[in-house]
């Protein structure tokens, strides 16, 4: 279906936790753009496409924020951004992991602010950097598998397979 804002605006949640609308591809963005109708009733812009052989959504914003043209216009940034190879869904979520940590290493307090120092604390927060440390080995080690399989599949190319 091809999304216009009207349709956007009238567009109703269908029963899942969250509906997908797709749009219909024509404007270069591929099927991997559209509409995410949830159950509250909010609407959002995302992206959905692959990456370390994962199927990724990256949500672009609300529909009550972004008109449809803003949003297809983010959407084609982002498709750039993943055409040289970056996935934007793991890095805001890094980012956001990023944040947690500084949080807890500060306590969120505010910067020149006391926080007490306990055993528990920094146990705590070792086992975030732990978390985060074995999250990024493991999509760096997706990242590698994935360069075997090209390398594999240029090697079949030249052999004529």
Do not use: C, N
Not at 68 to 79: G, I, K, V
Not at 98 to 117: D, H, L, M
Not at 126 to 142: G, I, S, V
């Amino acid at each position: 279906m091809a999304l216009t804002q009207t349709k956007v605006d009238h567009i109703a949640y269908e029963g899942a936790s969250w509906t997908w609308i797709a749009d219909d591809g024509r404007r270069g963005l591929g099927s991997g753009f559209g509409l995410r109708v949830y159950k509250s009733g909010v609407k959002s812009y995302a992206l959905r496409y692959r990456a370390a052989r994962r199927l990724r959504f990256y949500t672009i914003g609300k529909a009550s924020i972004l008109t449809l043209d803003e949003a297809r216009e983010r959407a084609r940034e982002l498709l750039v951004r993943i055409g040289d190879g970056e996935d934007p869904a793991a890095d805001r979520r890094r980012s956001r992991d990023t944040e947690t940590v500084g949080k807890t290493t500060t306590g969120g307090t505010p910067e020149g602010a006391k926080s007490e120092v306990t055993s528990e604390r920094l146990r705590a927060e070792a086992a975030a950097l732990l978390d985060l440390a074995e999250q990024q080995a493991r999509e760096q080690e997706d990242t590698r598998f994935a360069a075997i399989d090209l390398l594999k599949r240029a090697d079949e190319l030249e052999s004529g397979r």
